[in-house]
């Protein structure tokens, strides 16, 4: 009996057995330690920290339920194992409180009767194969169930939000109580159907969304923990009053003021007296009464005659990196805000010392206003323009602590009556029972932006990014930055830097005749290469 060859064998097993029991234990440990090597710069295939707090907070089972068929177009594969491999990686973090099934309801009556009362359809696909077009019924549905309640994705076409999706339908499902955030538009033509639709959808996903008119005389309601005002308009004393007594009372508030009236008919405006500039002052905040223009800016599209061109727009300034604040999560993600016919907006000269008041939003270095006299034309020459680079100009701010209140020492200002009303058929408080609180009981946040066609209906859809903005801004004024991260991840926008005219002219100097220089000086050293070596053979004939 050869002993080599049976040892050699006996090791051969052993080797196979020792890899075996290491796989199987690599297998364990990943079963209960989730680990993904992610190589993307904002991390894209990787569960947000926010995610994971969520799921390690959970302390009671959510079932996630998706209703996907099991035989679908080759191009819907892939979308498949995308979406399990998140999903791993939910139940890895939610361990026994998360529990994930696949069914497909395709075969089942009761199973697809049970989608339809849920909210999740039959879609129809299009498949094309050998040449052959036809088309197959699927289901692509996600639910996400908690005791009675139930949150659904009816149709999950990519996995670009599905993080945000997912968690924020399951914090909405676990949560007793869903926030309730207000919404005052400043002018009669303004409110969540008309005007802020848009927006009332984009909150109506997390959150309460309920029509606030802070000049009827009552309170606002003690539910509210956000306010959002978009361009207030010679706002009355009496709707003063009731946001301070918000404000002082803790709640938050989201302003979109609006420097400017603009006609659709002229390319000229004039101020815009909003009412609060003053109240705004009282807290630390000065809303500057111009326009802020930027080189840095999105186009915009004009007609003349049949031809529809599109031009820079410095009235439509474009908030990137550099003008982005790092360390807020409403904007730290986000780039490429545009903010139109906006103002500056900055730290009053004086800030109560119980405030603390942060840039948000800065313009580049070739920033500059425009005050008094506002033409809206892109093609005047822009006498004031820098020609160098400037300080920033500052668009966009947030205020925190306890404010001192706008109405300390007075009296609680009348209702205005309505035309054709009386006060008395406004105001169903009476005045004699409402008292000025004249501080902060609790801290509260401001923030204020100088731009209210950013979350205008016809604006807020041509801009991404400002959609992201209006969410995270709602989200951390009302939730903190729980969702913040998940929504904002891949919003980036990294246009090239801003040169100088003397950096723009030797660019152009080096894209015109650089080659030819290099071209010229390569032969030149060539030239000199190969006399160099016709000499040195010279000389060694000679010798």
Known sequence: MDTGKTARGTNSVLLVGIVLALLVLVNLVAQRHFFRLDLTADKQFTLTAATKNVLGDLDD?????????????????????????MLDEYRAWGGENLLIEWEDPGDDPQLAQRCRLLGIPQVQLNIIEKDKAQVANAYLGIAILYEDRSEVLPVVQNVDNLEYDLTAALLKVYRNEQPTVGVYGGTEDLDTGNGLSKMAELLGKQYNVIDVDPTSGEAIPTDVRTLVVV?????SPRGQFEIDQFIMRGGNLLLFHDPVNMTEQSMYASARESGMHEMLENYGIDVGRNLLL???????????????F?????????FVSEGVSRTNPMVNQVEGIVLPWTSTVSAAGTVPDSVTVDTLLSSSHYGWTMTKRFDLNPQQPFADRPRSPVDPLPA???????FPSFFAGKDVPPVEPAVGGDVGTIAPVADEDREVVPSGIADARIVVFGSANAVLDDMIGRFQANSLLLQNA??????????IGIRSRGATDRPLGELSEGRKTVLRFLVTFGVPILVILFGLIRSVQIRNRRSAVKEGAAW
């Open 61 to 85: 089972v959510v079932n996630i339920k998706v209703y996907f068929s099991n035989d679908l177009p080759t191009y819907l594969v892939t979308l498949r194992q995308q979406i399990k491999d």
């Open 231 to 235: 361009r207030p308009d010679r706002l």
């Open 294 to 308: 930027d080189r840095v800016n999105s186009p915009a599209a004009f007609s003349q005659g049949f031809m529809t």
């Open 310 to 318: 599109s031009i820079p727009y410095p009235f439509w300034p474009k």
């Open 396 to 402: 966009a701010v947030v205020a925190s602590g306890r």
């Open 474 to 483: 709602v989200d951390w004024l009302t939730l903190g930055d729980e969702l």
